[in-house]
Each structure stands twice: as structure tokens, then as C-alpha cells.
């Protein structure tokens, strides 16, 4: 019992293992989204579940539950165990007698668990640390960014909302449009549409006004929001590189003064 003890212990909570598990888990779900439904791929299905479940329960066991739950990387991880307990009984459910929303929302909590691989990204809590400080540093330039959205596309719904109703009929629409022009997607077709629906001469300045727009929020816009989130992502390594330049800095002023202080001895020994 000791040694079936030790050998659970030592494969759930081997991270190697359960990598691996959630490799197959993946390849699994990959082939039954594509349609393959061989049982042995529904019984593969279920056994990862199992064994996540198995794991979650080790840990808690081996570390305590309050420890267990205390850990972030560990409550992400049980909170989608939890999840996708469901999909266990999937086997048992007749698709034909269950509304197509319940399979939909089953087959989603069995893929969600392929996020569990996170856990095993190299320097993954430097990456999370380094997202957090960016998007709080650079929130004022979001938000900025998401004012402008919202105001060109208020704009441009009471421009071209009856011109180009696929584009600009409601300002939800309006705002989505101009945001596919900011982040340079398809941009083109939206200014081509409007002049083909108007006059030359609207269209020409339609179609010079959109690239102003672009050359304005999507070109040099997105790159000052592009470099604010980056320089504040690597920032933590910025504040690493300084304190070593200061630390040189401070040697090099002692052995400045160690040399200094020798040369001031040695001065009068030679008169």
C-alpha cells in the first residue's frame, strides 16, 4: 500500500508527467474536433481528466489544502480540473435527447484544459510579472487609445451611416470598422466602398482622410503604444542592469580610492 502510496505521489506529481499528459490530452482533442470519434480516443479523453483529477487531489494531499489553494498556478490549475469534470459523463449523454448548447459548452470545458500547459512556459512568472506592470503603466495609454476609438467611430457612423450601412449602420458597427482601420486590417476596403457609393470628389477626400486615420492611430499610433508596453515589460530588466552599472560604478570608486590612498603612502617613503 506504501509503495503504491509513494509511486502515485512520485508520477502526479512528477511536472514531466503531467506535461505529458497534457500533450496527449491535446492531440486527443485535436483529432475528435476534427471529426475522428474512435472510442479509444473517447476513452484517452476521459482518462486525462481522470488523471488531472487524480493529480489535483496528490497535490492537495501532499501539500495541504490551504497551501494547495494558495498558490495561484494552482488554483488556475484546479479551477479548470473543476471545470471540466463534466465531460466525463459525456460518454453517457445521447446527443439527439440534449440541446446542442449543453455538448457545445461540454466540448468547450474539455478544450479549455490544454491552458494548463502555461503552467510549464520557461520564465512564465517573469512573463506574468512583466504583463502586469505593463498594462498598469501603460493603462492611461489604453485608455487614451480607446477614446479615440469610440470617437472616431461616433464620427464616422453620422458620416458615412447612410452611405455605408455594413460599415458604419450603428455605432457599434462604426467603432469596429475604425478599429480595423487603426490596427491595419483590411482598411483599405472600407474608404473604397464609400467612394464607389459617392461623388469623386467625396470620394478622394474620403479615401485621404481614412489614410490620415491609418498613417495617424494605426502606423505611428500603435507603435507608441507598442513601445510604452514594451519598455515597461522589460523594465524589471532595465532596473537589474542598473543596479549592476551602479554596483560597478561603487567598485570601481573604492578602487579608485585604495589607489589613491597607496599612492599618498607611498610618497613619502620615497623622500
Given at each position: 500500500m506504501n509503495n503504491?502510496?509513494?509511486?502515485?505521489?512520485?508520477?502526479?506529481?512528477?511536472?514531466?508527467?503531467?506535461?505529458?499528459?497534457?500533450?496527449?490530452?491535446?492531440?486527443?482533442?485535436?483529432?475528435?474536433?476534427?471529426?475522428?470519434?474512435?472510442?479509444?480516443?473517447?476513452?484517452?479523453?476521459?482518462?486525462?481528466?481522470?488523471?488531472?483529477?487524480?493529480?489535483?487531489?496528490?497535490?492537495?494531499?501532499?501539500?495541504?489544502?490551504?497551501?494547495?489553494?494558495r498558490d495561484g498556478?494552482?488554483?488556475?490549475?484546479?479551477?479548470?480540473?473543476?471545470?471540466?469534470?463534466?465531460?466525463?459523463v459525456v460518454p453517457f449523454l445521447d446527443v439527439t435527447t440534449y440541446h446542442f448548447s449543453v455538448i457545445l459548452i461540454l466540448r468547450l470545458l474539455r478544450v479549455i484544459r490544454v491552458l494548463r500547459v502555461l503552467h510549464f512556459f520557461p520564465n512564465v512568472v517573469q512573463i506574468g510579472a512583466g504583463l502586469k506592470r505593463a498594462l498598469r503603466d501603460s493603462g492611461v495609454v489604453l485608455l487614451s487609445f480607446g477614446v479615440l476609438l469610440i470617437l472616431f467611430g461616433l464620427i464616422n457612423c453620422s458620416l458615412y451611416r447612410e452611405?455605408?450601412?455594413?460599415?458604419?449602420?450603428?455605432?457599434?458597427?462604426?467603432?469596429?470598422?475604425?478599429?480595423?482601420?487603426?490596427?491595419?486590417?483590411?482598411?483599405?476596403?472600407?474608404?473604397?466602398?464609400?467612394?464607389a457609393a459617392t461623388s469623386p470628389l467625396i470620394g478622394r477626400i474620403t479615401q485621404f482622410y481614412f489614410c490620415a486615420l491609418l498613417a495617424a492611430f494605426g502606423i505611428l499610433g500603435l507603435s507608441f503604444i507598442n513601445s510604452v508596453f514594451v519598455d515597461a515589460m522589460v523594465a524589471d530588466n532595465n532596473d537589474d542592469i542598473k543596479e549592476q552599472l551602479e554596483r560597478i560604478e561603487q567598485r570601481q570608486e573604492r578602487i579608485e580610492q585604495h589607489l589613491a590612498q597607496l599612492a599618498g603612502k607611498s610618497a613619502p617613503d620615497k623622500e
Open positions: 503504491m502510496k509513494r509511486f502515485l505521489n512520485k508520477t502526479l506529481l512528477n511536472d514531466h508527467f503531467i506535461l505529458l499528459v497534457i500533450l496527449i490530452n491535446s492531440i486527443v482533442i485535436y483529432l475528435q474536433e476534427s471529426g475522428i470519434n474512435h472510442p479509444l480516443l473517447l476513452g484517452l479523453d476521459c482518462a486525462g481528466t481522470f488523471i488531472f483529477l487524480l493529480e489535483m487531489i496528490a497535490k492537495q494531499v501532499h501539500f495541504g489544502f490551504k497551501s494547495y489553494w498556478w494552482n488554483r488556475m490549475d484546479g479551477v479548470l480540473v473543476i471545470l471540466s469534470l463534466p465531460t466525463l452611405v455605408a450601412p455594413m460599415y458604419f449602420g450603428t455605432p457599434l458597427r462604426s467603432i469596429y470598422s475604425i478599429f480595423r482601420v487603426f490596427t491595419v486590417e483590411g482598411w483599405y476596403e472600407i474608404p473604397d466602398a464609400i467612394a
